[in-house]
């Protein structure tokens, strides 16, 4: 028998909005529209208080997320760090082209510092995002 997630809640970011599904300790984060330094003051509280919950298993949900910047990802990392710390797991689904390009190219430049300050790398993921959805 399949158990289905039951809605928590829904916020609006400055860019899209956020919503929190649970299934028992299994927990799915929903985000749409830009995931960025503005949404993300919305968006990292509301994940600091699903990580102080302690959820076994915590998904992301990014089907509808169509930009992702610095700040952003770094929510990611930040996640996966305090899921890590008590042997819980973090899963990504449905990354959209231009989503899987911006991991692909953080992924790649761990401990390395290739741009001079956080604008211009957000300029960089901006640009090829952009590049990926035009099918470039």
């Known amino acids: 028998m399949e158990l289905s997630f039951n809605k928590v809640w829904e916020r609006e970011t400055s860019g899209g909005n956020i919503a ?8 799915a984060l929903h985000i749409s529209g830009t995931l960025d330094a503005a949404s993300a003051e919305v968006v990292s509280p509301a994940l600091d208080s699903i990580l102080d919950q302690n959820p076994k298993d915590l998904i992301f949900g990014l089907a509808e997320l169509k930009y992702l910047t610095s700040m952003g990802y770094r929510l990611f990392l930040i ?14 689904i449905h990354l959209q082209p231009q989503i ?15 741009f001079a300050d956080i604008a211009e790398l957000d300029h960089y993921l901006l640009a090829r995002q952009q590049a990926v959805e035009r099918g470039e």
Do not use: C
């Open 20 to 27: 929190l599904w649970v299934r028992g300790d299994t927990y």
């Open 100 to 114: 899987q390009e911006v991991f692909s190219i953080m992924g790649s430049l761990h401990d390395l510092r290739v």
């Open 79 to 92: 996640a996966l760090k305090r899921q890590k710390e008590h042997g819980d797991t973090v899963s990504f």
